[in-house]
């Protein structure tokens, strides 16, 4: 195979960047454009030594689930990889791709897989959008004024890339994050307020982050910037307010407010999009989020799950496979704000959580006041350096002594990259009765099943939650037994 040939390829697979998978020649060949089921023509751009890439020529039969996007933006927006994938062939191909992995790099044969559990409606389900801000160049006049040359942009980026798609409107997002991003956009123009450029390491505004309560309606905006604060902020409060009072109300009665206004303060290069010092600069420092009977406290930093619909859904999964009757003690390692652990307190005997983020921290510890909770804590600090102090018992920084935890059921909800090794050992030592393990990567889910099961952990099954629809994503609840 050489660059430049053409070859008939049956595409029978999709990669996590939206790439359709063929094979020829004994090679994997990934397709940009092409999806799963489709027979397409395509030229070869670049040959390794197991696998190309190619370019889609043209599609000679379709897959019974190509369709033709909604979104204006698909092919140049790289948020949603299955834009040109009916739903059902998205949750076909979830499914498929979990019980693959787990087969592949878990080592289990026939691993049982339940159907994965879909929406009825999957759009507008986001509540958390984090839009990066670009104006073109910027250009430095004489006596050191930045400005800004070209059109600013408020969007997502390209498919790797760092070029900003001006999305005026995401069919993933609730309607409150185009109506701040309109607002911000014609702010910027008028006070002439300057967009962060990373060539250069000028200008002001980095992102635009917004943050809905699907229960409440309760709305905050998150200003990200290279700086202390943002010229006449009191204007731009007024108009982002007045945009979110013009949205009509939810179908269901939900009216949207806005509730908080943060200036998020990040000033040095690094991966993460939002630095460590938050400014309110009009409103709470918090907004309520309401999912069944819990009541949860959002803070500008704070992990939350981004579909509420679907949270529940994965939710009620975990309790069933905790199999929860009210004496166990429940430990929930990488536990955020608390929404797993406080969501199962009333069937559990204890709740203990560790989380390394302490603004999640803090959070977890206000929702289970806010919920009347006492059966549940919060500790701040990496699990796996945490956990073997929690099992053994330790002394705190205020000199108490903290007995050991004993846990009868372990919930794992990791990061992508999954469980470090150690963590994954720490927690089998614990010799709980079930590991509940709730992953957003099928391929590091199989990897640390693999290593539970060399553990002394048999995988019993695992039932895929689509929380992200229209993406490459899919979250995963796995039960193991001892």
Request: hydrophobic share 40%; net charge negative; with cysteine.
């Amino acid at each position: 195979m050489n660059k430049g040939e053409k070859c008939q390829l049956l595409i029978d697979d999709i990669s996590n960047e939206g790439q359709g998978i063929g094979k020829a020649d004994g090679m994997a060949v990934f397709v940009k454009g092409a999806i799963p089921g489709d027979v397409v023509l395509a030229e070869i751009t670049k040959v390794k030594k197991n696998y190309a890439f190619a370019i889609l020529q043209e599609i000679i039969t379709p897959s019974e689930y190509r369709i033709e996007p909604e979104c204006p933006y698909a092919g140049e927006c790289g948020g949603c990889t299955y834009s040109h994938t009916s739903y059902e062939g998205q949750l076909a191909i979830k499914e498929k791709q979990i019980r693959e992995k787990l087969t592949r790099l878990g080592g289990i044969d026939n691993p049982k897989v339940n159907s994965i559990i879909g929406m009825s409606k999957p759009i507008r389900y986001r509540n958390k959008a984090q839009m990066p801000i670009s104006c073109g160049g910027i250009i430095t006049r004489k006596g050191g004024i930045v400005e800004n040359v070209g059109e600013c942009t408020i969007g997502f980026y390209k498919a790797k890339s760092h070029e900003v798609v001006n999305c005026e409107e995401c069919l993933l997002q609730a309607p409150p994050v185009s109506a701040l991003a309109k607002a911000l956009r014609e702010f910027m123009k008028q006070d002439n307020i300057t967009a962060y450029d990373p060539k250069w390491d000028k200008g002001l505004m980095r992102h635009l982050i917004v943050k809905t309560a699907m229960g409440t309606g309760e709305v905050m905006a998150i200003l990200v910037v290279n700086g202390k604060g943002i010229p006449n902020s009191a204007k731009l409060v007024e108009m982002m307010d007045q945009a979110i009072y013009e949205l009509p109300p939810r179908e269901d009665g939900v009216e949207y407010n806005l509730e908080s206004v943060v200036v998020n303060v990040k000033k040095k290069k690094t991966p993460e999009i939002m630095g460590d010092e938050c400014i309110p600069v009009a409103g709470k420092s918090t907004i309520l989020e309401v999912v069944g009977d819990m009541q949860y406290e959002i803070s500008p930093l704070s992990f939350y799950q981004v579909n509420p619909v679907q949270m529940k859904v994965l939710y009620d999964k975990v309790l069933e496979y905790a199999q929860l009757t009210g004496e166990e003690n429940v430990l929930d390692l990488y536990c955020g704000v608390g929404a797993i652990g406080l969501y199962g307190a009333s069937k559990s005997k204890k709740v203990l959580g560790i989380e390394s983020v302490k603004g999640a921290v803090l959070d977890a510890n206000r929702n289970a006041v806010i919920n009347g909770i006492v059966n549940a804590r919060f500790v701040c600090g990496r699990a796996e350096e945490e956990l073997p102090k929690v099992l053994s018992g330790y002394t705190d920084k205020d000199g108490f002594e903290v007995a050991p935890f004993d846990p009868n059921v372990i919930i794992l909800d990791p990061p992508r990259a999954g469980c470090a090794p150690e963590l994954l050992e720490a927690a089998v030592s614990a010799k709980p009765d079930r590991i509940v393990y709730v992953s957003c990567d099928p391929a590091t889910l199989a990897r640390d099943v693999k290593i539970l099961g060399e553990l002394g952990y048999q995988f019993v099954e695992a039932t895929p939650v689509d929380m992200f629809p229209w993406t490459g994503h899919v979250e995963t609840v796995c039960l193991l037994s001892r």
